[in-house]
């Protein structure tokens, strides 16, 4: 199971999420409690060892000034919750970066396509609410078989082993889940939720 912990904004953070097993870590660059500057992420990423991924998550910015933010922190990596085309994609890919391309669990069949981006995200409406949904929902989206996706919006180390068997996930993502209040992660939580995850 593939799991990423969001909103980081610590060292401490950092190091928790990695020793506890995560694969990705993501910062937030966009208006969040979670927000972080590019360099502050370019701080933070001394903590990131090879191996673990570390995405900018950005949302509604225009595409290409997603990319020269996360180029400025020294991310390969975007996370875009915005409505984008597979063009898009595209201009991200010829960037020479990756993306995880981030939906509403309430997407049209055509958003949950494969437009040759590397991850999809399914979230709840608002991302980072910590708002749960009918995870179960996505068992059956044939879309999604045999893709890396990951679920996200609500979960928590209580909740993240029923989730993945309920909706089929390939991974998970969460942020609020793991928090002691709005943007103050909880480094046990962290740690319980890889854990968790990660059966
Ligand atoms: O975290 C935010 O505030 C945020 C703001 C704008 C776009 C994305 C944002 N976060 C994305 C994530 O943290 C995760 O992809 C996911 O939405 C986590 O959801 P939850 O565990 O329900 O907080």
Redesign the pocket.
């Known amino acids: 199971m593939f799991v ?1 912990v ?2 980081l904004s610590t060292p401490e953070s950092v190091r928790e999420a990695v020793d506890a097993g995560a694969d990705a870590v ?1 910062f ?1 660059l ?6 972080v500057s590019p360099s502050q992420v370019s701080t933070l990423l001394a903590d990131v060892p090879e191996g673990v991924i570390a995405i900018g ?3 509604h910015e225009p595409v290409a000034d997603a990319i020269a933010i996360a180029r400025a922190a020294g991310l390969e990596w975007l ?1 875009l ?1 915005a409505d984008l085309t597979p063009q898009d994609v595209t201009t991200v890919h010829d960037a020479g970066m990756k993306l ?1 391309r ?1 939906v509403t669990m309430a997407a049209t069949a055509d958003a949950f396509a494969n437009w040759g981006e590397e991850m999809l ?1 399914i ?2 409406a ?7 949904w009918d995870y179960a929902s996505m068992v059956d989206v044939t879309a999604l078989q045999d893709r890396k996706w ?1 679920l ?5 180390p209580d909740t993240v082993a029923h989730a993945t068997a309920a909706s089929g996930a390939w991974g998970v ?7 002691v209040s ?2 103050v992660k909880d480094l046990a939580k962290i740690r319980a939720f890889v854990k968790a995850a990660k059966g």
């Open positions: 990423k969001c909103g993501g937030v966009t208006a969040s409690p979670r927000v998550v950005f949302r996370q919750h995880i981030a995200l979230d709840a608002v991302p980072g609410s910590g708002e749960a990951l996200a919006g609500g979960l928590n993502d969460v942020s609020s889940g793991v928090e709005r943007g």
